[in-house]
């Protein structure tokens, strides 16, 4: 189930649920995450991944930049012709006597024509900022211990916990956004002192009484967009397994085992 509402501030906050391995809460109300990860540009939007993870919560945010370039033309601006300059009055001198007969034009410099200047074209570029959250609350892993029932004093039981790859999935932007939680450690508490790190655990209880035993695992928290390269958040989340209640009894009666068959003399 996918629920996406949209605020005046332009971004949107989608709350995801995914089978039996996360439950829903509601979203966060920040904006960005803690951690950015890497970009990718698609269609003309510049899209942003982050994650952050508080407790059992893991929240990743897509914040999406649509580029827009707008180009704009000016006309341009008339250039006015120069005035002429004006010249001091002088007294003429008398003129040289011409060598011959023949006279000669003078030739008097014209101003200069100005340039037409050309049309001014500028580019602007437009940034649409919004932004995606989806949260992701973990469940509680399964454990469980054989033999059930009550055990004897010095009878050895072995715990097991669920240690696999758990993924969610959500939209957004109309995005794929993909969460991958991937357990790297187990450490166990038999709840009378004794501890364990392991997947599977062997344990002796040496005195009567009821104890609660339950596992911790260590989960990293990748998640990625669409198809893409896996990113890493450096905070790793670690959750408790559902408890055991381990009852040891000192007096257990013996049951026998297979079928009893009664003998009757005739």
Known sequence: MLRITKSFASWAI???VVSASFSA???AQAQDCRHAGASQERSGSKLTLGSQVDGDLVTICLNKKL???LTQTTAPKPVPRPAPRATAKSTPKPAPKPLSKTTSKKLVPSAPTPRASKPAVRTKTRVQASSSTAVFKAMKPNSWVS???ALKPGQSATFQVEFRQRFGKATL???SVVVRFKPESVSWLFGDGAAAETITASHDYLQSGTFLALAHVKYRVDYRLASGAW????DPIVLAS???NISVAANLEQQPSGNTVLITPP
């Open 147 to 149: 033999p059930t029932g």
């Open 242 to 244: 559902v408890p055991l």
């Open 14 to 16: 989608a709350t995801v």
């Open 67 to 69: 580029l827009k370039s």
């Open 231 to 234: 990113l890493k958040d450096p």
């Open 173 to 175: 932007f109309g995005n």
């Open 25 to 27: 809460h509601p979203p």
